[in-house]
């Protein structure tokens, strides 16, 4: 999987197309990313010791990873990503601008 925590990304189908957010966490065994504003359900949380009222949290769903895209960090676009070895070392490249990332 070549997306990973604190990637920008784009979503580029579904209900929440077009939106961009920060990959949370991402989840390669399950091929899914949880992407921060992006497939946001509500959750009903029952009164307890803790919170003695109870509440509706906001929780954000993962999605599967073929549904975004990254974000390219020199031109704010959509790019694929790729390999490439600098000094010895295999590094993700941005395929639009060749810009090495992180």
């Given at each position: 999987m070549k997306i990973r925590t604190g990637d920008t990304v784009l979503v580029i189908s579904g209900d929440d197309k077009g939106k961009t957010g920060k990959v949370l966490k991402a989840l390669p065994k399950e091929n899914k990313v949880i992407v921060e504003g992006v497939n946001v359900n509500k959750k009903h949380v029952k009164p307890s010791q803790a919170n003695p009222k109870g509440s509706i949290k906001e929780i954000n769903l993962p999605i599967d990873v073929s549904n975004v895209a990254f974000v390219d960090p020199k031109t704010n676009k959509a790019t694929?990503?790729?390999?490439?070895?600098?000094?010895?070392k295999k590094v993700r490249?941005?395929?639009k601008s060749g810009e090495i990332i992180k």
């Open positions: 694929k990503v790729g390999y490439t070895e600098v000094d010895g490249v941005a395929k």
